[in-house]
Nanobody, 126 residues
Framework: VQLQASGGGLVQAGASLRLSCAAS????????MGWFRQAPGKEREFVAG????????GYKDSVKGRFTIPRDNAKNTVDLQMNSLKPEDTAVYYCAAGSKRKILSSLYTPGGYDDWGQGTQVTVSS
């Protein structure tokens, strides 16, 4: 599946931003979908994920209560709604798709995903 991420930008702390990941080639609800981020000098880390069934959704602890991962099957998109942004949220954000056959725990690791979109930069100023 081909993925196209968009929506990044420069915002002030406390603001909101919505990233969008558009999929083409396959229905998005047949994949586990995730958002990851990578800050300079750091490893890529899990931010949010939704299992193909839509039942299991997970978040990084530091974004719980601030971020959500809405999926729109009709538009074949999965977004990342980010509220109350903090400077430590600054990173390049990536969306990814993984096989629905993988176990639940794979939702939380980069290895659980096979296809990646290009990154979109999010910068939060203090």
């Amino acid at each position: 599946v081909q993925l196209q991420a968009s929506g990044g930008g420069l915002v002030q702390a406390g603001a909101s931003l919505r990233l969008s990941c558009a999929a083409s080639g396959q229905p998005i609800n047949t994949y586990n979908m995730g958002w990851f981020r990578q800050a300079p000098g750091k490893e890529r880390e899990f931010v949010a994920g939704i299992r193909w069934t839509g039942v299991n959704i997970g978040y990084k602890d530091s974004v719980k209560g601030r971020f959500t991962i809405p999926r729109d099957n009709a538009k074949n998109t999965v977004d990342l709604q980010m509220n109350s942004l903090k400077p430590e949220d600054t990173a390049v954000y990536y969306c990814a798709a993984g096989s629905k056959r993988k176990i639940l725990s794979s939702l939380y690791t980069p290895g659980g995903y096979d296809d990646w979109g290009q990154g979109t930069q999010v910068t939060v100023s203090s």
